[in-house]
């Protein structure tokens, strides 16, 4: 019988993507009872922490540092869920941490801001990307991909083909995430009837719904708003429109994940984590830019055999490589690895700094005014609201604003 090894994570929360990730491969693991998970913070959305308690893993929230070392102590493997939030910086770089096997799987891509500090991935035992595109990075250490995206467990089937073809894009409804050639390139489509639906909540007065009323055809697009039931959504779509930002900050990509899954043809720009997921006229379209997705959005409008040739093969791939086993072998190879080795000391802060403005540096080496349009997770925000009397870190906003002020 084989020995079980207990994993301790040690995460910020376990919201958004990386709750649901852990979700579905602990609902897939015979041994998720040997898993201890430590939030450095209440969890805000408890659904994914009560799916992942549902599967025997325990959940422990906010433990006093003595709790919490005596844990990653006990452990055999300490895996470090990892993102610039500001509390696990604070953990890996000021707490005496104990000898370990530590193992982080970055939810970043550190391809562009938020980045991933220079050292981080060699002061680690193992360092897991969630995407291949982020092996482009100069890196060293033992580098793996791990993937977090997952399509459905019950994928809707395509809906038959109609007079009028109807895509859409399910996800973050904001220009920190989407092109901001979304709307444009809807608009440029010459000829076919068509609408996109899009899912996700937004802001009345925001960037997306000034670009939706300014258009010339504004009854192309269909504003959604949220949805809870992502399979309801893609169960009445012929086509996955997914025209991201160049510098976004995705990684696994679950909503296009799901999609194919659901055997939608998606289109995509050829950004790197777009690119390490569809495979340009196999599994989908990858335009190269706004023109290019112009013309790639007309042929998927005017040629539905190529949709469903597409959609089929992106299921197929979705069946085969975005599965939550896939991701559990994974991992028990990466742990079945770090049993063979000794447990050692870490220092994280000779890589993250010791002080909050080192680690936020670390995440936008250009500062306050280079990390605006960002995610407010990680920002100089988020690092004052948990830092509020950090020196360093209100001397850095200050110039932010006066830079600002300079600019307008």
């Known amino acids: 019988m084989t020995q079980a090894i207990r994993v301790v994570h040690l995460a910020a929360h376990l919201g958004g993507g990386v709750g649901k990730a852990h979700a579905a491969i602990r609902a897939v693991d015979t041994h998720a009872a040997d898993h201890v998970y430590i939030l450095l913070e209440p969890a805000r959305d408890r659904r994914y922490a009560e799916a992942i ?11 006093a540092e003595d709790h919490l070392l005596a844990l990653l102590e006990e452990a055999d493997v300490v895996q470090v869920e ?40 060699e002061a680690a035992e193992i360092f897991a990307y969630t995407s291949a595109c982020s092996l482009a990075r100069s890196a060293t250490g033992d ?59 937004f ?63 998606p289109l995509v720009l050829n950004n790197p984590a777009e690119r390490a997921i ?12 706004a023109e290019d997705c112009v013309r790639a959005l007309t042929r998927l409008l005017t040629e539905p055999s190529l949709r469903e040739k597409l959609g089929d093969a992106a299921a197929v791939e979705a069946s085969r490589l975005f599965r939550p086993e896939v991701s559990r072998a994974d991992f028990s190879a990466a742990y079945a690895d770090l049993m063979l080795r000794a447990k050692k000391l870490p220092d994280f802060a000779a890589a993250l700094g010791r002080n909050p403005l080192d680690w936020f540096l670390g995440s936008f080496p250009q500062g306050a005014v280079a990390a605006e349009g960002k995610p407010s997770k990680g920002s100089l925000a988020h690092f004052l609201a948990c830092f509020p009397d950090d020196e360093d870190l209100n001397r850095s906003a200050r110039a932010a604003d006066e830079a600002n002020g300079c600019e307008e």
Do not use: C
Not at 53 to 63: D, F, L, R, S, W
Not at 278 to 289: I, P, Q, S, Y
């Open 53 to 63: 308690a549902a599967t025997g893993a325990t959940i422990i929230e906010k433990p």
């Open 278 to 289: 569809v495979t340009d006229g196999a599994t989908g379209l990858v335009a190269e830019g």
């Open 82 to 121: 990892f993102w610039n939030h500001p509390r696990l910086y604070e953990a890996l770089s000021r707490l005496p941490l104990p000898a370990g096997r530590y193992l982080f799987w970055s939810h970043i891509s550190g391809l562009a801001p938020p980045l991933i500090a220079e050292g981080l991935t």
């Open 143 to 201: 580098l793996r991909v791990i993937g977090s995206g997952f399509g459905l467990n019950d994928p809707p089937k395509r809906r038959p083909l109609g007079a009028e073809p109807r895509g859409g894009y399910l996800g973050t409804v904001d220009f920190v995430k989407m092109s901001p050639d979304f709307f444009s390139i809807i608009d440029a489509v010459e000829g076919p009837h068509f609408e996109i639906a899009v899912y996700g909540a």
């Open 203 to 265: 802001d009345p007065e925001g960037g997306p719904a000034r670009a939706h009323a300014s258009m010339r055809h504004p009854e192309r697009v269909r504003m959604m708003g949220q949805t809870d039931d992502p399979a309801h959504a893609l169960a009445g779509l012929d086509f996955f429109f997914y025209p991201l930002a160049r510098n976004h900050f995705g990684t696994a990509e679950n909503a296009l994940v799901e999609a194919m899954s659901a055997g939608l043809a």
